[in-house]
């Protein structure tokens, strides 16, 4: 398992494939919070990413396990839903 106490403000969060999935606003429990300008047509609120996909922290970046097409359908509304259930 990560380290968490790794993570810190400002990371890059990617992909297992390199692709920019969202920028760190800070862990959250099990979640790792994103930047709300990382949250793409929902800007207005943060979007959350499981830290059971965080695969290695590198650098200044975190890289998840999922691809970054994955890892965007995967990530979580505040309440823990799923944001792909939200999608048309």
């Known amino acids: 398992m ?5 993570i810190s403000e400002h990371m890059e969060i ?3 494939d390199g692709v920019h999935v969202g920028t760190v ?3 959250d429990g099990d979640r790792i919070k994103m930047t709300k300008a ?3 047509s ?10 059971g996909l965080v ?3 590198e650098g200044n970046q975190v890289r998840l396990s999922a691809t970054g097409a994955s890892a965007m359908l995967l990530e979580e509304e505040n ?3 799923a ?3 939200k999608r048309s």
């Open 2 to 6: 990560t380290d968490l106490s790794q």
């Open 14 to 16: 990617v992909g297992a």
């Open 25 to 27: 606003d800070k862990v």
């Open 38 to 40: 990382d949250s793409g």
């Open 42 to 51: 929902h800007s207005d609120h943060h979007h959350y990413v499981s830290v």
């Open 55 to 57: 695969a290695a922290v």
């Open 79 to 81: 309440d823990g839903g």
């Open 83 to 85: 944001l792909a259930d």
